[in-house]
């Protein structure tokens, strides 16, 4: 059987890699998308998936010059008006607010399922973009005359660039023979949908408790929230294991009652943390984007952002190759895209990990600095929406697709007349 050529094969149809095959889809690209599972997601019917994003306002421009964040707000996602972070060891908070920056919101919690169905939906309109699933990804070759060979567990497929978009433990990055520079966290993330006594307002938050930070984050639901608990990793196995009555008891303590007392909880379950990033993004007609270039602790939300961003500059780099005729595949497109992303997502990570820290200390000098550093960043507005802003996407080198001022008819921004 012989193989099907294309310009990009994207491994990997998650919320990066669907993203990236549309978006390359829409700017005339011959794309094919290989995805081990069978796929068919179906948006929001049922419980709320425990399973689900903090989704940033360049993710959200990005959706929309994709064509998908009707479907997405017509499915169900909630948007946060703010958000509070408490230091629960020195009584310190602060408080983020969408008033203040002249914006609607903060950003939209959405289940990653109705991300992933809303793309699919809009993927299958395009002739250009086509299915391999479910398959598997077995063996790269190297690549030959600007063409490498993906072999599958059915049949092969020919591209010019291979982009891995196949998540933390990527097969791509890992038969190209790149390193992940993995570092355990030393935290455990369970996750669960929680019911409480008193609405959740609209308010994202967060507690820094001495093991790690806890956030119940609003979903459509008026008294639900989605819950993040990160913590040492046999807390979190404890947690997983404890009759329901006790854990939503831990959890009224650990949330300081915010919201009244915890009712109940559903779809419990636990996920390691693990920080990695790829020593290159970039090889010989290959790239890596999203969980497969970097995984980043959950505290603020921003790992499937800063992987959305890595699609919009991707897409970007490949058509201003494409335009001056430049291979695909070749160093110095990809090295443009390596360049671009890079710097930001380690500076991220960075971050993270200065967080993580700092919350971690639990001797009363760092509880103090902590307490001060609060207080004096809640009064100092400037700092305090320089943050935000960089949080929600609104600033710094972003590719055209995540911004505002890129002309879109297709993009009406609704919430924000
Ligand atoms: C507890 C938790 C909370 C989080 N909260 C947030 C948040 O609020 N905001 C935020 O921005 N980020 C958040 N994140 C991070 C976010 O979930 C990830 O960054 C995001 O899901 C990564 O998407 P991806 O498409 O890169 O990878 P994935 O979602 O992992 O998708 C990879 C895809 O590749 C496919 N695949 C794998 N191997 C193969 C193969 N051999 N062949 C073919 N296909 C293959 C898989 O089936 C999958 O569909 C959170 C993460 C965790 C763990």
Redesign the pocket.
Known sequence: MTASRHEVAV???????ASLGLALGQAGFDVVM????AGGATAAEGPFDNR???ISRSSERLFRHLGTWQAMEGARLAPYQAMEVRDVASGASIRFDSADLGEPDLGCIIE?RVVVAALEARIRELDNVTWRRP???RRLADCRDGVRTLTLDQGEVEAALVVG????HS?VRRLAGIADGASDYGHH?L?ATVRLEEPHGQVARQWFLKDGPVALLPLPEAHTCSL?WSTAPEVAAELASLEEGDFLERLGEATQQALGRPLTVTGRAV?P?VRRHAERYVGPCLALV???AH?IH?LA?????L?LLDAAALTEVLAAARDAGRLLGGEATLRRYERWRRGHNLLMQGAMMGFKELFGLSFAPARVVRGLGMGLLHRASPAKNAIIRQAMGLSGDLPALCRADTADPAAPLDRES
Do not use: I, K, W, Y
């Not at 939300?301 to 952002?305: D, R, Y």
């Open positions: 491994v990997g149809g998650g919320m990066v890699g290989v995805e081990a599972s689900v994003s903090a990653n398959r598997q990804l978009a196949d998540g933390a097969p993330a996750v993040v996920f943390l999203g969980d497969a995984t959950p939300g921003q790992g499937v952002n992987g």
